[in-house]
């Protein structure tokens, strides 16, 4: 069995971001209203960045996804980066929740935000 793989949502996965957000909110008892997936869909693409998802992948499926929101600071003379990039969502289904991928998730978004010279701040911290 390969291991799980994450990676950053591309522009072009919205339905799939919206679709495991739906996944998400059922999982919390929610009720998904009519039209959500495209209403999300259409939102996460005009916020261009704003709110960063990870997947996590593994046997063949998407096992959960981690959303953040991107705080990006105006500009300042001789200062470039920074910001903050806060978790706002992190979901793994009920049947691989022992496994880890949170952590995994959480590595991905921190790498990312170290490789750009932007603050990590996870949920709990």
């Not at 522009?11 to 998904?32: C, W």
């Not at 996460?44 to 096992?63: K, M, R, S, T, Y």
């Not at 300042?76 to 978790?87: A, D, K, M, T």
């Amino acid at each position: 069995m390969a291991p799980p793989r994450y990676r950053s949502a591309r522009r072009d996965e919205s339905l799939l971001v919206a679709a495991l957000t739906m996944q998400a909110a059922r999982a919390e008892g929610r009720t998904i209203p009519e039209k959500f997936m495209d209403r999300f869909a259409e939102t996460w693409l005009a916020l261009d960045g704003q709110h960063p998802v990870w997947i996590c992948e593994f046997d063949g499926e998407h096992v959960g996804f981690l959303q953040a929101a991107r705080i990006r600071p105006l500009p300042w003379p001789g200062v470039s980066g920074g910001g903050e990039l806060r978790e706002e969502r992190l979901f793994v289904r009920a049947e691989h929740a022992a496994q880890g991928f949170d952590v995994g998730l959480r590595a991905a978004a921190a790498a990312w935000s170290a490789s750009r010279g932007v603050r990590w701040v996870p949920a709990d911290g």
